[in-house]
């Protein structure tokens, strides 16, 4: 069995603490692989067969169809019908194809829940694409064959958001003040077999294909400090009887606890080891 694809070596052209340093979560980038890490990628990925792709998708597959007399509409296929909708020249979304090897290697890069990370493939036919939009993941995308055409924010419109939006539509009340007045300028990407592109949350890109495309994407629904904070330091302080106490004496009617668990929490945060257990309890446990 080859060695699983390292993110380190894919990120090598320009250099895994640059990305960190310069790109994570700030501003978008593009360049080509190195070919035997390329190479790689596909061997992983295996056979780009729209059935077997279908059946194997763990989160399902969608068709999504739009042209100038349907609007864009997004219809549930499976292994079944998938190749009837590619054939008419709809766009189709394999939603978390089990690929544990390279998911969980960008994980551990990240330093993030393995359970939030996953894979997922397009198939674009000609002329196909997307309106502009931004999302709420961080997402790398590999392009596998033929080309695409992306046009990508330098940084992006909001800050990570909690959630996504296609431009033009209503935002959702999550991102009520949060959208920068002035949309920053967008780069134009041609994406051809073997170029990565690492698109941050938040930041608006649009895509079209010129001839039909295969493209990998590697996506982090991300765990946001508020999720470990939310999460884990719940799963931690209901070991403890004070904390699942019931809730009362707030007003000055009865004695308040409040101010010795507070204090409590000061001191638990403050020991660096009871810190590091707490995110990795946090990284290891799955959660929603």
Not at 15 to 25: N, S
Not at 183 to 210: F, N, S
Not at 221 to 243: F, K
């Amino acid at each position: 069995m080859t060695a699983a694809p390292d993110p380190r070596r894919l990120l090598a052209p320009i250099g895994a603490e640059r990305f960190l340093a310069d790109h994570w979560q700030k501003r978008m980038v593009s360049f080509p692989l190195a070919a035997d890490e390329f190479a790689a990628i596909q061997a992983e990925v295996g056979p780009l067969d729209v059935t077997s792709l279908a059946a194997s998708a763990q989160e399902g597959a969608q068709a999504w169809i739009a042209n100038q007399y349907v609007a864009h509409s997004v219809v549930p296929v499976d292994a079944t019908n998938a190749s009837q909708f590619a054939a008419i020249g709809a766009t189709l979304y394999f939603v978390n194809v089990p690929l544990p090897r390279l998911t969980d290697a960008f994980a551990d890069f990240l330093g993030a829940p393995r359970q939030k990370v996953i894979a997922s493939l397009f198939l674009t036919p000609p002329a196909g694409g997307a309106s502009p939009h931004f999302d709420k993941n961080e997402n790398f995308t590999i392009q596998l064959t033929g080309a695409k055409r992306w046009h990508v924010g330098e940084t992006p419109m909001v800050a990570s958001p909690p959630d996504g939006l296609i431009l033009g539509q209503t935002p959702p009340p999550s991102l009520a003040g949060l959208l920068a007045a002035k949309e920053p300028p967008r780069r134009t990407v041609e994406m051809r077999p073997g170029t990565l592109l690492y698109v941050p949350r938040g930041t608006v890109h649009a895509t079209e294909a010129g001839e039909q495309s295969w493209s990998l994407n590697i996506s982090y629904s991300p765990a946001m400090w508020l999720d470990l904070m939310r999460v884990g330091l719940r799963r931690r302080l209901a070991r403890s009887e004070r904390w699942r106490g019931t809730v009362s004496g707030v007003g000055g009617m009865a004695a308040c606890p409040l101010p010795e668990l507070v204090a409590e929490l000061r001191e638990m945060l403050a020991d660096a080891r009871e810190v590091e257990s707490l995110a990795r309890d946090f990284l290891e446990q799955p959660y929603d």
